[in-house]
């Protein structure tokens, strides 16, 4: 298992920008696929993004394509996602997330079986 720690949230105006942070801990954390899934209340887990191990390839929800960029560090042990032009519908906690050791890209947030705390985004109209 890994342990993950969202951060970077916060409240932002329509068509402002964010970036969050993940941190993970050991020394493992290239082996993982990692991603971020986003809940607003009321509703169910949607699946925002993901990148492979080696960062080469990268994965995004339709809602978000165009838009958010994730990225990740192996060195620091860090995945990134970049939200640009937020839109009040973005309102949600985003949760890091982590697939299996060495497995695919995620597309789906079921895909996932590690999860941060969250940290709540909120975009003001």
């Known amino acids: 298992q890994v342990q993950l720690a969202e951060s970077g949230g916060g409240l932002v105006q329509a068509g402002g920008s964010l970036r969050l942070s993940c941190a993970a801990s050991?020394?493992?954390?290239?082996?993982?696929?990692m991603g971020w899934v986003r809940q607003a209340p009321g509703k169910d887990r949607e699946f925002v993004a993901a990148i492979g191990r080696s960062a080469g390839n990268t994965y995004y929800g339709d809602s978000v394509k165009g838009r958010f960029t994730i990225s990740r560090d192996n060195a620091k042990n860090t995945v990134y996602l970049q939200m640009n032009s937020l839109k009040p519908e973005d309102t949600a906690v985003y949760y890091c997330a982590a697939g299996r050791p060495y497995g695919k890209i995620p597309t789906i947030a079921n895909d996932f079986d590690s999860w941060g705390q969250g940290t709540q985004v909120t975009v003001s109209s």
């Open positions: 050991g020394r493992t954390f290239s082996t993982y696929p």
